[in-house]
């Protein structure tokens, strides 16, 4: 099959009045053959057209005219799957007109959902921030004058060389919210010799990470959704889940194939009301489903014996757990019978809720499946249950059984569909290790325990001098939100904030500076993300930028061809960086070098071009079609590195490493100069995983040496909402807020009219049983009080939720005070907020969503009033002790709205929450572990720093 391009009815007629060039040519580019041949039908412009692409002016209509664009693909920005798109660049008025799929991006293959084409909203929102701010009263107050970028960067270069200079490194933190580029901030930071990175990913995903980090030393799954026969989803994956994109359009196909889903969810999703079976178990249950269907496939021998006997580090387990018994394959499965006897379905049952036949039904068919069995959590009960992370370790376990781990139709470790690109100057590990990043009590945590940094700030644990967000509003999307504005607006705990951002927000309210920073269209940035078995590289570029160099009007920066004065990030850093050391004698401006003018200071295409020169595979390809690497990167946007990438861990060890190595009897393993170099596996020495066992660590020495030896073992750890815990007579629920409408992004959608008219309330979902005990009718006004606080919102009576659980979407809530710059008007209430003392605050909605007049038409069309409900700012933090994920069920009582009480509003006590915040602290089992390690060096650790600062002086 080869890629054609499918005219529309009005492109023919165009073609025959010889309006467009010949549109029925096949176009035997590589990329479209590979986009076609995985299945995409793609109606899209042939490349060769791409510079000169006309088309009807739809808005003309009745009247034909035509309109020449220029095609320009970059990558999506509004989740981190990183889809491609398609950029209409209109050639007359150099505006960029529409964005579609881009097929030659190998994950998306021409696809998007709504939040892609919608980054045209972004682009063109009426209230985006155009220049630099500095605020000009005191922080919060809303007072702001714009500034030149000159004044910004000698500000904020100066203050960190300072502090640099002084030995205060641990004081510049980068927070950052959406990422961009795969390791350009660790390049940086590292640079400046800072271990200043902290994510949102402990609010996020790192419950998920540690399950799978236990037993394989990666820390995400990669399923190949599109070559399985059963798929198992504790998400809503297929609207709304990581990747969701790439996976979401893999499960359909394997579907149209006949393979079978089941989706593990308390919530009647799109998703589950698409499976074949729906599992809506309670909250926090679900490892006790799945070690049910363990249990199933190991009484019932439809478990992998090759598979678990090469690759399972069962003799460990039966050493530690068996002494004196002799360590055999059978005794292993024997033991397995006696340590899981007691997850029966009808326990499981009891335990979620879930119907036992059902259990096994599913059991038998992840048996049958076999090696084709793929599976995903994202976000959902990893990130909401105190032991979250047990949800992907037993998941997890249903993959090790069945041998489906890296196998076609399967479920890989990320890493093995992940690129890293080279850059041309490796800054060393940083030597130093930042404790308001990753403190002593949590020396598992798999990510930095950022949705704390205000309690740590408070208890006087350090002080931040430098405080950058990038794309990032805790405020808004952490628990705790007035914990942050305390911290935020305390100039005695953070020195000076920058908020790089494109768009004015919750957080940006309390910074000092406001930089605007691009949108996709108008920066760049490499990615790369376990979408499906193969490895991937997009770039996301400026889209005006390349257009212009295409024109043969190029620019020096990418600000040039951006409205107003808008930075990329890329530029900022570069430009920082070489401000903060003006003369090298730091040693930090070698980095900013170009390698290819000896002396100079590198441009962002440089900085592109060296990695995209060592990209394995590239340049040859580039060349086949007489192109540079870095030309074929802007042509296409995409790059396919390596396809049908599968059981990576039998690749051989190689030769040199294997000279002077010994073998381990017992384990296998093959050990040279004191570390594991591999495993020797069937009479072959493999690389293995890279766990201290070289294998999938089904018993956990680890968890042993730290503390935890009662989860050596995958097993079920009952959340804090456990079931019995809950009075439902007197209203008490748990509360779901985790789910996403698939319309929407965090806080990042706000400013895109064509979501926000589709998605913008965020009402609470309760069962009818439910509702009826408790007297509420559908669109009841409700108050649900959380351990800090309370928020009020309406009831949405349904069925689509299992008895017992109510949920509330986020994403919805958005707000600004009367005294804050204009922002996000398609989504923001207009609240008012007051202190009353004693940590107590109070916000009222003031203002619903309103039409207003602005250069955009459509402002004026607003319809819909209804902003939702800001439900996040009520939550207390609940660090898991072991993950350091923030737990996001809530404990809620839900009782109808007081007299007084209106629709939006929110109560809370920042007081009661920091005590919360010292009982779950009190849960931890600080390092030192073995060695006065303050982390197992085996555990990858986000920016890992130099492995001196692992030991705790
Ligand atoms: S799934 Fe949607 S939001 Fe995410 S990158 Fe793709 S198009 Fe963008």
Known sequence: MSYTHKPTVIESIAEKLHLVPDLHREDDGPRALRAAEEGAEISCPPPAQWDNWVEYDSKSWPERK??????????????????????????????????????????????????????????????????????????GDGKWERVSWDSVLDDIAGRMRKAIMEGRNNEISYHVGRPGHDGFMEWVLRAW???????????????????????????????????????????????????FNPHSQRIIEARMKGAKLAVLDPRLSNTASMSDYWMPSYPGSEPAILLAMAKVIIDEGLYNRTYLENWVNWQEYLQAEYPGTPVTFENFIEALKKEYAHYTPEYASK????????????????????????????????????????????????????GSVGTPGGTSPSAWNKFKPHVHAEPKPQTFWNP?????????????????????????????????????????????????????EDESKIGLHAALTPTWSETAYFADYVLPMGHSAERHDLLSYETHAGKWLAFRQPVLRTALRRMGKPVTHTWEANPGEVWEEDEFWIELTWRIDPDGSLGIRQYCMSPYRPGEKITIDEYYRYIFEHTAGLPEKAAAEGLTPFDYMQKYGAFEVESNVYNVNEKA???????????????????????????????????????????????????????????RLPGYIRSHIHEETMDHKNGEFVLVPTFRLPVLIHSRSGNAKWLAEIAHRNPVWINATDGAALGIANGDLIRVNTDIGFFVNRAWVTEGIRPGVVACSHHIGRWRREQDPEGNRWAANKVNISREGDGKWKMRVEENIQPYESSDA???????????????????????????MHCWHQKVRIEKAHDDDRYGDVFVDTDRSFQIYKEWLAMTRPA????????????????????KTYYIA
């Open 653 to 711: 060890v190689p030769q040199a490493d294997l000279d002077g190595a010994s073998v381990e009897p017992q384990s296998g393993l093959i050990v040279k100069n004191g570390k594991a170099v591999g495993v020797e596996v069937a009479g072959r020495s493999c690389t293995g995983f890279p766990t201290p066992s070289k294998k999938q660590e089904f018993y956990s020495g680890t968890m042993v040496d730290w503390k935890w030896p009662e989860y």
């Open 66 to 139: 035509t309109k020449e664009y220029m095609l320009v693909p970059t990558a999506c920005f509004n989740c981190e799957a990183g889809c491609g798109l398609l950029a209409y660049v209109d050639k007359e008025t150099m505006e960029i007109r529409k964005l579609t799929g881009n097929p030659y991006h190998p994950a998306s293959r021409g696809r998007n959902c709504a939040k892609g084409p919608a980054t045209l909203n972004q682009i063109q929102d009426t209230d985006r921030v155009l220049y630099p701010m500095k605020r000009a009263g005191k922080r």
């Open 193 to 243: 010799n800072v271990d200043g990175h902290n994510s949102h990913t402990n609010v996020c995903s790192s419950g998920a990470r540690f399950g799978y980090a236990i037993w394989e030393g990666f820390d995400r799954p990669s399923p190949d959704h599109a070559n399985a026969k059963f798929i198992l989803l504790v998400s809503a994956h297929l609207e709304s889940g990581h990747y």
């Open 436 to 488: 308001l990043h990753l403190p002593d009590e949590y020396p598992l945590a798999h990510f930095e325990m950022s949705f704390l940094l205000p309690h740590f700030l408070k208890e006087g644990r350090g002080k931040l001098d430098v405080y950058f967000t990038r794309v990032f509003n805790p405020v808004w999307t952490y628990p705790d939100g007035f914990s942050w504005i305390e911290a935020l």
């Open 858 to 884: 459509d402002s004026s069309r607003i319809f819909w009033s209804d902003g939702g409900v800001h439900q996040n700012i009520t939550f207390p933090v609940h660090p898991d002790p072991i993950s350091g």
């Open 928 to 947: 030192p572990g073995p060695g006065g390690l303050r982390r197992p060096l085996w555990l990858n650790r986000p920016f890992r720093p130099d492995e």
């Open 351 to 402: 335990e979620s809720g879930v119907d036992a036949s059902m259990i096994v039904e599913v059991a038998r068919r992840i048996g049958e499946a076999g090696s084709q069995f793929s599976t995903h959590v994202w976000r959902s009960a990893s990130s909401g249950n105190l032991g979250g992370w047990a949800v992907s370790r037993t998941l997890h376990f249903l993959n090790v059984l069945t």
